[in-house]
């Protein structure tokens, strides 16, 4: 006769699949289209475009990453 401690867990059900999980595809995806690149104007603060650009993609990257984070995490 087995104790019921040794039974194994039944399996839990993932709940952890939410469609906004998909928005993390923006931040690695955008910095990989080429054409934003080529060029050297519009200038800004007297950087080139690609120099804003990549902090750019920082503040997308955090500020995406922040949003999904805040809307999938678990209360309570």
Known sequence: MTSPQNEP?????RDDRSPLYWLL????????LVP???ANDPKL????RFY???LAFIIIGVG????VYQMTKRRG
């Not at 603060?45 to 080139?48: A, C, I, N, Q």
């Not at 995406?64 to 949003?67: A, C, E, K, V």
Request: hydrophobic fraction near 50%.
């Open 64 to 67: 995406t990453t922040t949003f």
């Open 9 to 13: 867990a039944p399996p839990r059900s």
């Open 52 to 54: 804003w650009l990549q």
């Open 45 to 48: 603060f007297g950087l080139p």
């Open 25 to 32: 595809l923006i931040p690695v995806v955008v910095p990989l």
């Open 36 to 38: 934003l690149f080529n």
